[in-house]
């Protein structure tokens, strides 16, 4: 079964910052990656997605994230940081033996002083 | 199409009384899932339904907890009796065409059992 760890539980980022988030993932066959955003008081939303292809993805609102192969890792970037980038981020990551099982991360609490 | 439906969005009910939460799918998918989110765990899969089979309910945390879904169109989560431990914000998503498609959630349902 695979498994994803969100190293960075809390982050706190004044605005303008840079913001790397990382995800890391167990599994030795071929994954489809997401990154999920839940702003405070509302529902997960897909923020971008990774099957095959350039390992660069990017995806809405600025961010974008790097499949790495060999680190078994696809961290989540984004250049310059807002206060509405505020909201809890989460992994997830599926094996196309699994059928549509989706595994999250615990997740990453972003906050951005404004 | 108006996404995944949950209702109700909100329900406070004593303790030892049953609890019945709802899921409308997004039409055409073929994969649901319940998840619970609290502050202490983050969010948890309790079970995993493909075309209306449970699949996976290895997350569900006690006899208490049952889910069904007797059609592809609808399921609903089940709690009885209900606990104050399970206070949470319960989230249906659903997905469909394969792993590489992600999933959508719901609005989600906050439950508080007192």
């Known amino acids: 079964a695979q498994s994803v760890s969100q190293h960075n539980h809390h982050v706190i980022l004044s605005e303008a910052a840079s913001l790397e988030l990382g995800c890391n993932y167990s599994y030795g066959g071929t994954v489809n990656l997401f990154w999920y955003v839940q702003y405070p008081g509302q529902h997960l939303q897909l923020l971008l997605k990774?099957?095959?292809?350039?390992?660069l993805v990017k995806g809405i609102k600025g961010f974008e994230a790097e499949f790495i192969k060999s680190k078994f890792s696809f961290n989540l970037r984004k250049p310059s940081v807002q206060w509405s980038d505020t909201a809890e981020y989460f992994c997830?990551?599926?094996?196309?033996?699994?059928?549509?099982?989706?595994?999250f991360g615990g997740g990453t609490r972003l906050m951005v002083k404004p | 199409d108006a996404g995944v439906i949950q209702s109700p969005r909100h329900e406070v009910t004593e303790m030892g009384q049953e609890v019945t939460l709802r899921c409308k799918p997004i039409?055409?998918?073929?994969?649901l899932f319940w998840y619970r989110q609290t502050m202490m765990r983050g969010l948890e899969l309790l079970i995993y339904?493909?075309?209306?089979?449970?699949?996976?309910d290895s997350g569900m945390p006690e006899d208490r907890f049952s889910a069904k879904m007797p059609n592809a169109s609808f399921s609903t989560l089940k709690i009885q009796p209900s606990e104050p431990r399970d206070s949470a914000v319960y989230f249906c998503a659903s997905t469909g065409g394969g792993p590489r498609v992600e999933a959508f959630f719901g609005q989600g349902t906050r439950l508080t059992v007192v």
């Open positions: 997830a990551v599926g094996a196309n033996n699994a059928g549509n099982m989706l595994t």
């Open positions: 990774y099957f095959s292809g350039d390992p």
């Open positions: 039409s055409g998918h073929n994969s």
């Open positions: 339904f493909n075309n209306n089979v449970p699949i996976d």
